[in-house]
């Protein structure tokens, strides 16, 4: 009875969301909606991933293998070219080169190098040829997810062929055994859930959704549906929010004389609330596309102590803790979870040779700040991100380790007001690292950096410097003695 409920519910959900897509005027209803026409494109994409995994759930779920990637790769081809044009030979030539390094070169560190030169070279290529002053939706776009998942299958390969007693219990998971088809591969790198915004996700655990095990009931198509619908729907309440909004809080007011005529303080807020505002069109994209991979079962996680079905393996939010966290780390936690992952399973831990963490987590930022683009903007938020965490754990640590601190932070009476002094300075700073990340240029979040006297490094790096000579003062040597010890 369920199972027929289910497949009822899918039908009809199949057939709402086509014909809603029909007799579109993408001009004209981007135009009336305050939006351009290629972000109208993505967003009918992204939401064409439902139809998508609801025909794949009822005709092609534990059929043969080939026929599953020539659907994933069919599919995302079609979303590539409605996007993009003839633009998606990018994308092919890069997954074809791919092929070709890993049959070629086999299971060698040469292969990796050459897939990073390789993949990153033409990534960084096409930003430097592409470039504008402001945000373009282009081949560049998913091309920088499409980078991450084939440098991710090099090195999972290149494991593939190492002693496994030699591999982290991590690198055991995802290291490759086999060797892929191209099939396999453009299967993996064009499904239709993840090829535009992501998440990232294992050539090993995309194998596991061929061959139907990403299931709570072994033996049937998963009971996603639910689950799906909850992200979806939590997507529909964040777009929503940001379509009616942003008309009224754009990053171009950062730019006007009003802004900059403000009061200091109405400057500050704007930022702060412009900060927490900009991210809601990314928490829409990646919480709709997760409920595209929770339908298909790419989702699924596993079973929990209690035997329920968890379907977060997809997951490129925790929305709870982005909203409520009041530090830095709970939100680089909770948003953009699996590239955050990606980053530090391939390039963090891979780092361990140089023997200094801080350095190691340097030029994973460094890293990530190539990987979104070459404007300056992205290496200034990037540089912010790194001097914020180093100055909240210096903070955390003494608060902690100082017994005045300790007393005066566990007042529960007080507990509202540090939360919200926490959150504020939380999302004022946040704002003024997005302001680079969003303006690009530098003469843009210069100018609008100027107009609040650099507020942002000013504080940070003062703390940077005062935080180490407060701790010499507030921790009693006693404390110190035992933490060496």
Not at 60 to 69: A, N, Q, R, T
Not at 110 to 115: E, H, N, S
Not at 146 to 171: F, N, P, R, V
Not at 396 to 415: E, K, Y
Request: hydrophobic share 45%; charged share 15%; proline share 3%.
């Amino acid at each position: 009875m369920a199972s027929a409920a289910e497949g009822d519910m899918e039908a009809e959900l199949t057939r709402g969301l086509l014909w809603g897509f029909q007799d579109l005027s993408l001009n004209k209803l981007a135009t009336s909606l305050g939006a351009s026409e290629q972000a109208l494109r993505l967003i009918i994409s992204i939401f064409l991933g439902y139809p998508f995994a609801l025909f794949y759930r009822r005709y092609l779920f534990y059929k043969d293998s080939y026929l599953i990637h020539l659907f994933h790769t069919f599919t995302g081809l079609s979303i590539a070219y409605y996007n993009f044009g003839t633009q998606l030979y990018h994308s092919l030539l890069c997954i074809v080169l791919q092929f070709l390094i890993l049959r070629l070169m086999g299971r060698t560190i040469t292969a990796v190098l050459t897939t990073f030169c390789v993949q990153m070279g033409y990534l960084l290529a096409g930003y430097y040829n592409t470039a504008t002053g402001t945000y373009d939706i282009k081949w560049t776009m998913p091309h920088c997810v499409l980078t991450l998942k084939l440098i991710g299958l090099a090195m999972d390969y290149y494991d593939g062929g190492k002693d496994q007693k030699s591999l982290t219990s991590e690198q055991q998971i995802y290291a490759i055994r086999g060797v892929p088809s191209l099939l396999e591969i453009s299967g993996f790198s064009y499904f239709y859930g993840a090829f535009l915004v992501g998440p990232q996700f294992s050539m090993n655990h995309y194998m596991k959704l061929v061959r139907g095990e990403l299931t709570d009931v072994p033996g049937k198509i998963p009971n996603s549906t639910i689950p799906a619908l909850r992200r979806l729907a939590l997507g529909l309440v964040y777009l929503v929010g940001y379509t009616l909004l942003s008309p009224h809080i754009t990053e171009d007011y950062l730019l006007s004389d009003d802004y900059e005529n403000g009061s200091f303080w109405f400057r500050c807020m704007y930022m702060l609330i412009w900060g927490k505002f900009v991210l809601y069109k990314y928490v829409t994209c990646w919480l709709v596309t997760e409920g595209v991979c929770i339908l298909t079962g790419l989702g699924f996680n596993g079973l929990d102590e209690y035997g329920t079905a968890k379907w977060d393996a997809c997951a490129n939010m925790k929305v709870w803790l982005f909203e409520t966290t009041p530090r830095f780390t709970g939100t680089i936690a909770s948003f953009n979870i699996n590239t955050n992952a990606w980053v530090a399973r391939y390039f963090f831990k891979r780092l361990k040779f140089l023997g200094n963490k801080v350095l190691s987590q340097g030029l994973s930022l460094l890293f990530l700040a190539l990987w979104h683009g070459l404007h300056s903007g992205y290496l200034v938020c990037f540089q912010m991100e790194f001097l914020i965490v180093i100055v909240e754990r210096q903070a955390a640590s003494l608060i902690r380790d100082s017994p005045v601190l300790s007393r005066l932070a566990s007042i529960t009476v007080l507990q509202p007001l540090y939360y919200l002094a926490q959150q504020t300075i939380h999302w004022l700073f946040m704002g003024y690292s997005m302001t680079a990340f969003c303006l690009f240029t530098w003469d843009k979040w210069m100018k609008v950096y100027k107009s609040i006297y650099f507020l942002g490094h000013v504080f940070f790096l003062s703390l940077l410097f005062i935080l180490p000579y407060v701790r010499k003062v507030m921790v009693p040597r006693k404390e110190k003695l035992k933490k060496m010890e």
